[in-house]
């Protein structure tokens, strides 16, 4: 239980760094060289931290809920699918706009000494409702991969793999 509860807390640390812009906290769950395909963006973790911190100053405020942990344990190796919840708040002519996805984060997760980390990410998109009329944010959400059903889903085909 300590392994699943050290990989839930990793993921609750994840999503606060996001939240608060905190980009060391963000870096700090991701092992140099992981990999993170968030679809708009496919690289490094630790570049992808970077790469969010100035768009993420453009919302007046971020949530990003995480639930329905998952966690497959192999030792000092783990995969874990856990859904999320994200809203972002958008401040436009005097009022918020509120930009909602559902999706999940399929994650590989390596234990070295006695830290966990990611390893590898991919985010899937399972829902979007964004206001009308916002047609280029809704070309940027196309980037991002979407969910399936069983047998097709990402999940179930393995991914990421623990190899």
């Not at 395909?37 to 405020?61: K, N, R």
């Not at 097709?152 to 190899?163: M, V």
Request: net charge negative; proline share 5%.
């Amino acid at each position: 239980m300590d392994d699943r509860a050290a990989i839930t807390e990793l993921l609750f640390r994840y999503a606060r760094g996001v939240d608060r812009i905190d980009i060391p906290l963000i870096k700090s769950t991701y092992w140099p060289g992981a990999i993170d395909d968030h679809g708009v963006f496919v690289g490094t973790g630790h570049d992808f931290a970077d790469h969010i911190a100035e768009p993420l100053t453009h919302f007046a405020s971020t949530q990003h809920s995480i639930t329905n942990v998952s966690i497959e344990l192999d030792g000092t190796r783990a995969r874990s699918e856990c859904y999320i919840s994200v809203t972002h708040v958008v401040p436009r002519r005097g009022e918020d706009l509120l930009f909602r996805m559902g999706g999940r984060y399929l994650d590989r997760f390596e234990k070295r000494g006695a830290e966990w980390r990611i390893a590898a990410r991919l985010l899937l998109l399972d829902w979007l409702e964004l206001p009308p009329g916002n047609d280029e944010i809704r070309a940027h959400f196309a980037k991002i991969r979407r969910g399936a059903r069983a047998p097709d889903d990402a999940w179930h085909r393995g991914e990421p793999a623990l190899a």
